[in-house]
């Protein structure tokens, strides 16, 4: 996967900057989507720059950019306005249009989930329209500008503190935000609208959710973040974010999925006991089939992979905290012991020596949280048992050996 630096100019003939998450060379390019970051945010913020990738992996091309006066763009920042950022989403618009092919997704952060939506009506290739923590109208922001609106008005501008960093607005920003008080936009907007928010967002407050859901027209959803902070910081977040937008936007976008992935009927059979890997791509991504189940293997971004599922050893650690889990659980409820959950964590790593000429000798740690009112006997019974589940005793006593034979195609 490859983020492809792209400038524009704006209406103003500043240049933007901009950068193009493309699909992996093995990943067919079907849409492409336009990112809108949060009031004073950048493209690089963690939260975007995570849901672009995770896009860009599944065949969405995501071009996210820094708005005039923000980050690597040119400009002034206070000589900007809402209308302003509307007219860089525009112009983002059409030059991924001239270079590559028109945006049918618009995906807006915070301010920018008001910016799509102010700008989608604009764009007749836009298909569908996802905000993320966004307020209904642009005018949410003006609590910002309630300390200082004495200065503006005397002077015309005034310095105001977004985060940890002090930015200059003049009046004209302010001015500019009556055009957008009413949310008539989105009634108008005539596109699928997907609309996710955190019930304890503390920046944007859900009810500017339920105000976007309440003026749009179906097809309209709403998704809650629970425990997700504003700007996505948990990496958790923000995938979950890409995965279920993808979800979602393969309905409308008409995304086409590989034909095991879509249920058609045309997954490889396999013997019950038999398990089956397949390759996905040229690069690490394999299909894992059992008789009744199937998900993916990968490696991650920075070791070639593109990360749409867990590498071979996080499998093999998924086994056995899996089995260990099933174990504890299976004997604890044999002899009645008042056991409320299980959490096993599990790492692998080499250590220091040379067992052999190739690698030095290794360790699995397994880290085990016993939940409930158990008493010193009972955690040590089953911390004895962990060692003993069945995947356990295959991989550390058991005479294992792997027996390789090549069959015809």
């Not at 609590?143 to 200059?168: C, D, I, N």
């Not at 019950?272 to 040229?282: A, F, H, K, S």
């Not at 096993?344 to 052999?356: I, K, M, Q, T």
Request: with cysteine; aromatic share 6%.
């Amino acid at each position: 996967m490859a983020g492809i630096r792209f400038d524009f100019e704006n209406l103003d003939g500043h240049r933007l900057a901009g950068l193009l998450e493309m699909p992996p060379a093995a990943v067919e390019t079907q849409r492409y989507a336009l990112f809108a970051h949060c009031f004073t945010c950048g493209k690089d913020l963690a939260a975007a720059t995570r849901i672009a990738r995770a896009l860009a992996a599944r065949g969405i091309a995501v071009l996210r950019f820094d708005f005039t006066g923000l980050g690597n763009s040119d400009g002034d920042f206070a000589n900007t306005s809402f209308s302003s950022n509307v007219q860089d989403l525009l112009a983002a618009a059409e030059a991924l249009q001239a270079e590559y092919e028109a945006p049918a997704l618009l995906i807006g952060h915070s301010l920018g989930g008001a910016a799509v939506l102010a700008a989608a009506g604009r764009l007749p290739s836009v298909e569908a329209v996802v905000t993320i923590a966004a307020p209904a109208t642009p005018g949410h922001i003006q609590h910002l500008f309630s300390g200082v609106r004495g200065e503006m008005e005397a002077t015309g501008e005034a310095e105001v503190k977004v985060g940890r960093r002090r930015f200059r607005i003049r009046r004209q920003f302010l001015d500019d935000l009556e055009q957008y008080a009413d949310a008539d936009h989105i009634r108008r907007l005539k596109r699928p609208l997907l609309v996710f928010h955190s019930p304890v967002d503390e920046i944007v407050e859900v009810e500017e959710a339920a105000k976007i859901y309440r003026a749009a027209l179906h097809p309209k959803s709403f998704i809650s973040l629970d425990r997700a902070d504003h700007l996505l910081t948990n990496r958790e977040d923000s995938e979950y974010v890409a995965e279920t937008l993808v979800a979602w936007a393969s309905r409308y976008l008409g995304l086409r999925r590989h034909p095991e992935e879509a249920g058609t009927g045309t997954a490889p059979t396999v013997e019950p006991g038999e398990v089956l890997v397949t390759e996905r791509d040229q690069a690490f991504l394999r299909g894992l089939y059992a008789a009744r189940h199937q998900l993916l293997a990968d490696e991650p971004v920075a070791a070639g992979g593109t990360d749409l599922g867990p590498s071979p050893y996080e499998l093999l650690l998924m086994a056995l905290g899996a089995c260990t889990s099933m174990t504890l659980r299976m004997v604890a409820e044999r002899k009645h012991i008042a056991l409320d959950d299980i959490e096993v964590r599990l790492r692998h790593r080499e250590l220091p020596g040379e067992a052999d000429a190739k690698r030095g000798p290794q360790q699995i740690v397994q880290r085990i949280t016993l939940v409930g009112a158990l008493s010193e006997q009972e955690r040590a019974l089953l911390l004895g048992i962990a060692e003993r589940c069945p995947v356990h005793r295959t991989l550390v006593h058991a005479d294992l050996r792997v027996i390789t034979e090549a069959v015809e195609p």
